[in-house]
């Protein structure tokens, strides 16, 4: 053998460290590799095909073996063959895929949620518990996960390749999407939408806890209030109780039991109350009055992060009837564990 | 001739031989015959003399973009300037070379000759169309000189429009301007296939070339005004602040998506499509048959350009759009693949009771209709929903796209322009080396874009200039690959250059095909034919051919 040792040791080191599939570490993961599979042996097929066609009739009509060629029309049967049986492939194709699609873009009904901010270039997680991460996920096996993601600036994009999911960060508004990690370990978590000078450095790592594990994880990194614990502090601060004080006489809707319900609006129109409806309605009042009310609410745009719009949000969902006691609560004891969560002004 | 020659090559008797003492390189001497002239030829040397330069600066970017990525450390330039080279990359690649490539520079040479004209409508507007790619060009370098833009070539706003303090507005000027060149050349490619066929040319005697043009003039007339309009919003909203796009200011961020892809989705059809044409005039002369179901394959060219102004939201499947929507693109997007399917097939049924010889022109549309079977399935995974989710903007998609613009587009160019280089210059390439050349180039090709496949399914993604180690095997076989490429690509230049003194005399029909511009003399008059021709057969009729030849010697001008 010519080839040194050490170079073969590093040869062999380079390899090993080298992958050419990804880990299947979701419950995703494998149904996206099967249409992985299908896909790449319909391809290997169709060129092979082409090649195979192009080789053989290159040898046998090849000038020196057939001097004058035979002219031909062509033939509808043959033309009818290869646009129907690619057709029926790709239909195939987009099927399965379609069917792929609403899998990881509708999260169960049981899926814990955890909110994702992107900013040039970091990747803040937001646990219901109130953890916080940067450039950090950390989350339990066997229980589907939702994120609820925006953007404070640029479209960024949230990939996990070895589950197999990745979407959009957009400014404005929240994207979903969900997975359920099967395999203990840690997982790259990148940055996929160009998002300006050090896109290739809002890269994290997801790591994937058996169940116990994670809740010892929640216990230690909890910073002692949950994100709607925070949002109640918020909504007291910002005075928004003064006029959604719950009060039937008072000038704002009272909140209870307002999220996941139909609302009627002032044009007439109806809408469903999610996380989007109500972050639009903290910034864009003026669009959303609910039937019944004056426009009197002034717009929050610019004066609360999309943080602080999390907890305001959360805040929203725990409310249910006769919140007056509750928002009230804002003690020099909670001041004090926590920050303000208002964040500096929404860019 | 004897039968077992391999070659269908027929030159004159090179100790006789002579280049035509009048033809539309020695009509008029000097610098300014050439910028003012209005004589297709003249200017379709122009473009090619331009592109070629914009395809080498673009191509050194890419050199240092594969040079950065040989270590998964920063190492070789800064993140800002990393963001430059591939910004300018996309940009000069995309909007100053692939899609003038082959309508501005072969079609427009060709376009007027193969349906019997003696020049396009609008000569003018053809001299203007080029002066407006030059200006486009030199704003592109002043932006490059003044120290680049980093947005991408897809301008993404908000980071386009409030987050980057780069040269963007000089940018998509340039960007704005240059798209004025493609819908003028656009215009007058339709203008002149509606109205100037010579008698006889009837729409289904034109060669497969045309309809090519044809779908892509359409195209680009249609699709490029709205890529103007997304620069104009982008440029009013960074300059004075409009909230189009922002969401601060009650924009839609994904509005900009929307008008981008719109034109930049058709686009992809505009390079490809003149790209095909070539193809279909390639492989018919060395095969020496007709065009295997002729109106297939140019209807499948109008269905491409058809549909393909309808599935420009696949590029934004996991950006948030409806699912129900992204159901409908999807499904349209594989009805768009199948007119290609088609194509494939025809080309290499073509071939069948052909009577075949492997010159270099064939050699590339060999290499095209690999590299393209494998774009075009490649993107069948990118329509198929579920699967973009893994494989949207990731090395799949750089991969993806370069094997249809690159393996696809700039192959069927190469061939083109060796196919067509005696008509241009009246002499003959080296045939042995530019073999060479052809096979460099697919291995190179290959080396590069194979491996960025298997990148994009671990999940790299694109624009990265920093990556985990565990992928550098493979960007190390990517680099190499680029490496071969660069040899590919530089060997075209030195040969064809050395040919314009030293190649053989071609004559006017060295390949023995059965095009109008091929029964003229090589290089062309100015005014193409001296007697307007008259269309008295069908396209790539080789048995036309043969009787004209023995039976009649004519020789124009």
């Not at chain 1, 969900?178 to 450095?201: D, K, L, R, V």
């Amino acid at each position: 053998m010519g080839i040194s040792p050490v170079l073969w040791q590093f040869l062999m080191k380079w390899l090993n460290a080298s992958a050419l599939f990804p880990r299947e570490a979701s419950t995703i993961a494998p149904q996206m590799d099967a249409l992985y599979f299908f896909l790449l042996g319909m391809t290997v097929v169709g060129v092979v095909l082409v090649v195979v066609i192009v080789a053989v009739f290159s040898m046998r009509y090849r000038k020196s073996v057939h001097p004058v060629a035979t002219q031909i029309e062509g033939s509808t049967l043959l033309e009818a063959t290869w646009t129907i049986i690619p057709l029926g492939l790709f239909l195939v194709c987009f099927v399965w895929g379609a069917l792929l699609y609403f899998r990881i873009y509708n999260p169960p009904v049981n899926s814990m949620n955890i909110y994702i901010v992107g900013k040039q270039w970091m990747w803040k997680a937001e646990h219901p518990g109130g953890q916080h991460e940067i450039n950090m996920l950390h989350v339990p096996m066997g229980q589907p996960i939702q994120l609820t993601m925006i953007s404070q600036d640029v479209f960024h994009s949230y990939s996990i390749p070895d589950f197999r999911i990745k979407r959009e960060v957009i400014p404005g508004r929240y994207s979903t999407v969900w997975f359920e990690a099967t395999t203990p370990g840690t997982y790259h978590i990148f940055c996929t939408q160009y998002c300006g000078t050090n896109h290739s450095q809002m890269i994290g790592e997801v790591t994937v806890l058996s169940p116990e594990d994670y809740k010892k994880w929640t216990e230690e990194s909890t910073s002692g209030m949950s994100l709607a614990q925070n949002g109640e502090r918020l909504f007291a601060s910002m005075g928004c109780n003064a006029c959604h004080s719950g009060n039937a006489a008072a000038r704002g809707p009272s909140l209870a039991g307002v999220f996941g319900s139909q609302l009627q609006l002032a044009n007439g129109s109806r809408v469903q109350v999610n996380e989007a409806y109500l972050r639009d309605a903290i910034l864009n009042p003026s669009q959303h009055i609910t039937a019944g009310y004056s426009p009197i609410m002034p717009t929050y745009q610019g004066q609360i992060s999309e943080d602080g719009l999390i907890d305001i949000v959360e805040y929203l969902k725990t409310l249910n009837t006769n919140y007056r006691v509750q928002q009230t609560l804002t003690t020099s004891e909670s001041d004090q564990a926590a920050p303000p969560a208002t964040g500096g002004a929404n860019q | 001739m004897s039968a077992t020659s391999t070659t269908i090559l027929n030159l004159p008797d090179q100790s006789t031989a002579t280049i035509p003492k009048k033809n539309y390189i020695t009509a008029e001497h000097g610098l300014l015959s050439w910028l003012l002239t209005g004589d297709h030829k003249r200017i379709a040397m122009l473009y090619l003399i331009s592109i070629t330069v914009f395809f080498f600066i673009g191509g050194a970017f890419a050199g240092l973009i594969r040079l950065e990525l040989l270590t998964p450390q920063p190492d070789l330039v800064a993140s800002d300037t990393y963001n430059k080279l591939f910004t300018m990359h996309g940009v000069i690649m995309v909007f100053l070379f692939l899609v003038p490539s082959v309508p501005a520079t072969i079609g427009n040479f060709l376009i007027p000759i193969m349906v019997g004209a003696r020049d396009l409508a609008f000569p003018k507007i053809n001299l203007l169309s080029w002066y407006l790619y030059v200006v486009g060009g030199i704003l592109v370098l002043s932006a490059l000189v003044l120290g680049g833009v980093d947005t991408g070539w897809t301008f993404t706003t908000p980071l386009s429009t409030h987050y980057l303090n780069t040269h963007v507005l000089t940018t998509a000027t340039a960007i704005f301007v240059a798209g004025f060149s493609s819908i003028f050349t656009g215009l007058n490619f339709i203008v002149t296939i509606h109205r100037m066929r010579c008698p006889g040319m009837t729409w289904f005697r034109m060669p497969l070339f045309v309809w090519a043009h044809y779908a892509a003039s359409i195209l680009m007339v249609l699709g490029t005004p709205v890529l103007a309009i997304s620069l104009v919003l982008v440029a009013l909203e960074r300059v004075f602040g409009i909230g189009v796009f922002d969401p601060a200011k009650g924009g839609d961020p994904l509005l900009f998506q929307h008008l981008f892809w719109f034109y930049s989705h058709p686009a992809v059809y505009i390079m490809i499509l003149p790209g095909m044409g070539v193809i279909s005039e390639v492989v018919s002369t060395f095969s020496r048959k007709r065009v295997f179901g002729y109106t297939a394959v140019a209807f499948s060219s109008v269905a491409i350009a058809l549909f393909g102004f309808f599935v420009w939201a696949h590029h934004m499947f996991i950006m948030g759009i409806s699912n129900y929507s992204a159901l409908v693109f999807s499904l349209l997007t594989m009805l768009v693949a199948v007119p290609s399917a088609i194509k494939i097939f025809n080309w290499s049924f073509t071939l069948q009771k052909g009577s075949i010889t492997f010159e270099t022109p064939m050699l590339y549309a060999f290499g095209f209709m690999g590299l393209f079977t494998i774009g075009g399935l490649t993107g069948v995974f990118l329509g198929s929903l579920g699967m973009d989710i893994q494989l949207t903007e990731t090395y799949f998609i750089v991969a993806h796209f370069h094997f249809v613009m690159v393996g696809g587009m700039l192959m069927a160019f190469l061939s083109g322009v060796h196919f067509w280089w005696p008509k241009m210059t009246g002499r003959m390439y080296p045939e042995s080396l530019s073999k060479l050349a052809a096979v460099v180039t697919f291995i190179g090709f290959n080396l590069t874009f194979m491996p960025q496949f298997i990148l994009g399914y671990l999940g790299m993604p694109r624009r990265y200039h920093a990556y985990p180690p565990e992928f550098q095997v493979l960007n190390v076989l990517s680099t190499a690959g680029a490496t071969v490429l660069g040899v590919g690509y530089m060997l075209p230049i030195l040969y064809l250059a050395w040919s314009l003194k030293y190649g053989e005399i071609a004559g006017d029909n060295p390949w023995q095909a059965t095009g109008l511009e091929w029964q003229i003399q090589s290089p062309p008059l100015t005014e193409n034919f001296t007697e307007i021709p008259i269309m008295d057969h069908e396209a790539y009729d080789y048995e036309w051919l043969e009787h004209k030849t023995q039976h009649e010697v004519t020789h124009v001008g």
